[in-house]
């Protein structure tokens, strides 16, 4: 069994910053996915098992970087440059695997969190 428990969700203005962070009982595969009310839940970005490569949707690159502490075994979305359209509850899951490339398919993770809410106000 893998444990997720996300943190950092805020209100933010549109244009601000906001780090929000993923604990995780270890660390495996690992990404980020949000869902806005009446919308499909979304890949955002993830982490291969080695904590190297990364990939990020299209909508969030130049403005998001995924990171992790492994002494803290926590993960990292930081957000910058938010809009509106940014506002969802964000999840983080992990797959249990260690392969280095990752997926943003919601059907690649077995492991999820509660979800932190991000609303960004325009």
């Known amino acids: 069994q893998l444990q997720l428990v996300e943190s950092g969700g805020d209100l933010v203005q549109s244009g601000g910053s906001l780090r929000i962070s993923c604990v995780a009982s270890?660390?495996?595969?690992i990404a980020w996915f949000r869902q806005a009310p009446g919308k499909e839940r979304e890949g955002v970005s993830c982490?291969?098992?080695?904590?190297?490569?990364?990939n990020y949707a299209d909508s969030v690159k130049g403005r998001f970087t995924m990171f992790r502490d492994n002494a803290k075994n926590t993960a990292y979305l930081q957000m910058s440059n938010l809009k509106a359209e940014d506002t969802a509850t964000y999840y983080c899951a992990a797959d249990g695997d260690f392969g280095t490339d990752c997926s943003l398919s919601h059907t690649a993770y077995d492991y999820w969190g509660q979800g932190t809410q991000v609303t960004v106000s325009s």
């Open positions: 982490l291969g098992g080695t904590g190297v490569k990364t």
């Open positions: 270890r660390f495996t595969r």
